[in-house]
């Protein structure tokens, strides 16, 4: 029988928007946002879209997923109705030893895969880190651990008074540069994006959590949940559009100490556990 959905290769699901940690060049502007989906308005996306898309994994993340209230029921819902995808938890992974067993426990009762990602390396941190992966791997999880300190990309710039700045590119030539073009479609409220950048600084801009130098991101068009198969094939099959400039058209990396700078070195225990923007 003919697959009636189009596939995907990544659906991402910013199920919070706020995160613990507030690091610099955020793709996903953790450190600007706050707030969370609740269940109930998730699951009203999942069920819209279930008919049209079938993604080969679906990712819950954020912000910091950790940080959902109905965590557990979203972990179920989500493959409940993909049920014919891969699952998999994207997370900084300090809130860990906050967690009670039962998100553990949903966690392998629904295979998901877990991505632990470590966004510096510092004694300080790595102290944290290392315990709070332990906590996983008592609960019988092997994480993947994505070496995010490795290499961060700026996706936007730092203006002097330290908001958040588009850059202004060549549409074309930051498509050229873009590291997820096509690969991580993102819903967010009921609507599909080609990328999570333009998903996430429009809702910033929506949200009034960036000002206005981000009208750019606002003027996309993403798919609403009543397109027909043709739009949803053509949509992602589209090349660059207009407020592709938002982005670089070269890759610039953060380095270690800009991605964690608001944090201050001395102050890492209260800023990783529990400290953040999640209101």
């Known amino acids: 029988m003919e697959e009636l959905r189009v596939r995907l290769i990544n659906l991402e699901m910013n199920v919070v928007y706020a995160c613990n940690l507030k690091c610099e060049y ?43 209230p109905d965590l ?26 906050k967690m009670d067993a ?9 295979q998901a895969n877990v991505t632990v990602s470590k966004h510096f390396d510092d004694p300080s941190y790595n102290k944290i880190f290392d315990k709070e992966i332990g906590v996983l791997e008592y609960h019988g999880i092997l994480p993947r651990i994505q070496q995010s300190n490795g290499g961060w990309m700026k996706c936007y710039q730092i203006d002097s008074l330290g908001h958040p700045k588009p850059f ?28 999570p950048q333009l998903g996430c600084f429009s809702y910033a801009r929506r949200k009034g959590f960036v000002n206005q130098d981000w009208k750019t991101a606002l003027e996309y068009k993403p798919l609403s949940s009543n397109c ?20 670089p058209e070269e890759f610039q990396y953060a380095d270690m100490y800009e991605k964690i700078n608001p944090f201050g070195l001395p102050a890492f225990h209260r800023y990783f556990c529990g400290g953040g923007n999640h209101e």
């Open 228 to 247: 027909s198969r043709k739009d949803l094939e053509d949509f992602m099959n589209a090349g660059a559009c207009d407020q592709c400039s938002i982005c």
């Open 26 to 68: 955020c793709s996903h502007l953790g450190r600007f946002m706050k707030g969370h989906v609740p269940l109930k308005e998730l699951l009203v996306w999942y069920k819209a879209w279930n008919p049209k898309i079938h993604p080969e994994n679906v990712r819950i993340m954020g912000g910091e997923p950790l940080l959902h």
């Open 168 to 195: 202004d590119s060549d549409p074309e030539k930051a498509w050229n540069n873009c590291y997820v073009r096509n690969v991580c479609a993102t819903l967010i409220d009921n609507q599909l994006y080609r990328c």
């Open 102 to 110: 039962c998100i553990f426990i949903a966690l392998k009762n629904i």
């Open 72 to 97: 557990e029921k979203v972990i179920y819902e989500t493959r409940k109705h993909w049920n014919d995808s891969s699952i998999e938890l994207i997370t900084n992974g300090l809130l860990f030893s």
